[in-house]
């Protein structure tokens, strides 16, 4: 089965700061990863996702994610985050509709990030 | 972009009542849609698999008798709480896949549940 873990699970950063948080993969085949947000108060968003190609992902608000095979991970980072940023990160497998059905989701534990202005 | 609802939002009941939730692929047909709660500050737990025409799918630990599901149609899938009691509460959430190859799921805004 296709699984996740996420090793950062409150993060507290001033604005501007740099992020990066961790997400690996215990799979094999073929590699399909999503990193979701949950601002507070709304519902889970799809924030960047890697199929194949370039490992390097740009996501939306300046997010994006570099999927290394040697090291099983898929790290989420953003230069320099804003108070905006603050909200809960998921990392998941995608779950994706595969033409004979699609997988409910096995989320990563879920990163509680707080950016302090 | 694919949007799913639900409704409602929030409930509270007392304990001992039963709580329907809706789930509602607006702009697009789901066979399948899935079921998931979350507690506060963890992750989403995936509960269930609804599928249309057939019998849900529930994972490990999940009641199937006490949280029912019903796919009434291509765009509805429904979660009833039965005989709710205070560990029910939590925010539960419902995602759909469209049916495009290598499209992801679309969430639901998801259902605040309080039981007294």
């Known amino acids: 089965a296709q699984s996740v873990s996420q090793h950062n699970h409150h993060v507290i950063l001033s604005e501007a700061a740099s992020l990066e948080l961790g997400c690996n993969y215990s799979y094999g085949g073929t590699v399909n990863l999503f990193w979701y947000v949950q601002y507070p108060g709304q519902h889970l968003q799809l924030l960047l996702k890697?199929?194949?190609?370039?490992?390097l992902v740009k996501g939306i608000k300046g997010f994006e994610a570099e999927f290394i095979k040697s090291k099983f991970s898929f790290n989420l980072r953003k230069p320099s985050v804003q108070w905006s940023d603050t909200a809960e990160y998921f990392c998941?497998?995608?779950?994706?509709?595969?033409?004979?059905?699609?997988?409910?989701?096995?989320f990563g534990k879920g990163t509680h990030l707080i950016i302090q202005p | 972009g694919a949007v799913v609802s639900q409704h409602p939002s929030w409930v509270i009941c007392k304990s001992g009542t039963s709580v329907k939730i809706e789930c509602r692929s607006l702009d697009f047909q789901a066979t399948t849609m899935f079921w998931y709660r979350q507690f506060p500050k963890q992750s989403l737990m995936l509960m269930a698999t609804?599928?249309?025409?057939?019998?849900?799918?529930?994972e490990q630990g999940v009641e199937k008798d006490k949280f029912l599901i019903n796919h009434a149609s291509l765009t509805l899938s429904t979660l009833t709480v039965t005989s709710a009691h205070p560990e029910d509460s939590s925010f539960y959430i419902c995602s759909a896949p469209r049916k495009r190859v290598g499209d992801t799921q679309y969430f639901g805004p998801g259902t605040r549940l309080t039981v007294l």
């Open positions: 609804s599928n249309e025409g057939s019998k849900a799918t529930y």
């Open positions: 890697y199929f194949s190609g370039d490992p």
């Open positions: 998941a497998p995608p779950g994706m509709y595969s033409g004979g059905g699609a997988d409910g989701l096995t």
